[in-house]
């Protein structure tokens, strides 16, 4: 099933590029592809970052509720749970858009391997075409790992996590850190461990794309930065999108 409907056809797809759009290279055709999938998945993404903003919004109705109720856990979860659904907010649309998200990321590391450096035609729909295969990106090599691509999917990834609704968000509950009995406020700690994960992720987006793909997958490396580099920069561009468009 996950070769049938998931694999062959996103393989077919970022090969159909190359085949309707004869000339150009792998890493223009990939960059091309992510934009596709990420437009594709724009409504889940939507609904899992405007959830992420409302429950902040409520998250100091919740910090009392989780301060009255401190001994009673199970009611605590229940009123926090009647608080969500009066406030029409959905905490786990978040999950749906990773348990999509997911096979879809595992099947494109396969086709990223699969596409350099030759074509598999045994893979292909009878109306694609095999094209002719440009492993390069503006001239620069895809056959193997790349430094320029590593820095530039680091970068992207800390500006993707450095103006995301959520840090930004979060930074603003910070004017209020203790709520009205005195106890920790819950976004003190969730600004920190934001705060941490901005400088992690480019760190692990880095040493991804230079050391650890590399040695399991050296032919989809640099294919899988410029994923990387474009998905990151297609989700901070919505975010602002959605600030701007969305949010008040």
Same mark, same amino acid.
């Given at each position: 099933?996950?070769?049938?409907?998931?694999?062959?056809?996103?393989?077919?797809?970022?090969?159909?590029?190359?085949?309707?759009?004869?000339?150009?290279?792998?890493?223009v055709?990939?960059?091309?592809?992510?934009?596709?999938?990420?437009?594709?998945?724009?409504p889940?993404?939507?609904?899992?970052?405007?959830?992420?903003?409302?429950?902040?919004?409520?998250?100091?109705?919740?910090?009392?509720?989780?301060?009255?109720?401190?001994?009673?856990?199970?009611?605590?979860?229940?009123?926090?749970?009647?608080?969500?659904?009066e406030?029409?907010?959905?905490?786990?649309?978040?999950?749906?858009?990773?348990?999509?998200?997911?096979?879809?990321?595992?099947?494109l590391?396969?086709v990223?391997?699969?596409?350099?450096?030759?074509?598999?035609p045994?893979?292909?729909?009878?109306?694609?075409?095999?094209?002719?295969?440009?492993?390069?990106?503006?001239?620069?090599?895809?056959?193997?790992?790349s430094?320029? !691509?590593?820095?530039?999917?680091?970068?992207?990834?800390?500006? *993707?996590?450095?103006?995301?609704?959520?840090?930004?968000?979060?930074?603003? *509950?910070?004017?209020?850190?203790?709520?009205? !009995?005195?106890?920790?406020?819950?976004? *003190?700690?969730?600004?920190?461990?934001?705060?941490?994960?901005?400088?992690? !992720?480019?760190?692990?987006?880095?040493a991804?794309?230079?050391?650890l793909?590399?040695?399991?997958?050296?032919?989809?490396a640099?294919?899988?930065?410029?994923?990387?580099?474009?998905?990151?920069?297609?989700?901070?561009?919505?975010?602002?999108?959605?600030?701007?468009?969305?949010?008040?």
């Amino acid at each position: 099933m996950f070769h049938n409907y998931v694999f062959l056809p996103l393989y077919n797809g970022l090969i159909g590029i190359m085949d309707i759009v004869p000339g150009i290279d792998v890493g223009v055709a990939v960059i091309i592809f992510t934009i596709i999938i990420r437009l594709i998945l724009f409504p889940l993404s939507k609904s899992s970052v405007l959830t992420q903003v409302r429950m902040k919004e409520v998250e100091p109705e919740a910090n009392k509720i989780r301060a009255q109720y401190a001994t009673d856990k199970q009611t605590q979860a229940l009123k926090i749970m009647e608080l969500y659904k009066e406030k029409k907010v959905r905490p786990f649309s978040g999950v749906l858009l990773l348990i999509i998200q997911l096979p879809i990321l595992l099947a494109l590391i396969s086709v990223f391997y699969k596409i350099i450096p030759t074509i598999d035609p045994t893979y292909l729909y009878s109306f694609v075409h095999v094209p002719v295969i440009k492993p390069t990106l503006l001239g620069l090599d895809l056959t193997s790992k790349s430094l320029i !691509l590593a820095i530039v999917t680091a970068i992207i990834q800390f500006l *993707q996590m450095h103006f995301s609704i959520a840090s930004k968000q979060v930074k603003n *509950q910070n004017l209020n850190t203790t709520n009205r !009995l005195g106890a920790i406020d819950s976004s *003190q700690m969730a600004n920190a461990m934001t705060t941490q994960m901005k400088w992690f !992720l480019p760190i692990i987006a880095f040493a991804s794309v230079y050391w650890l793909i590399p040695a399991k997958y050296p032919q989809a490396a640099a294919v899988i930065a410029i994923y990387w580099s474009i998905s990151s920069l297609f989700t901070l561009l919505q975010e602002i999108y959605i600030r701007k468009r969305h949010i008040k």
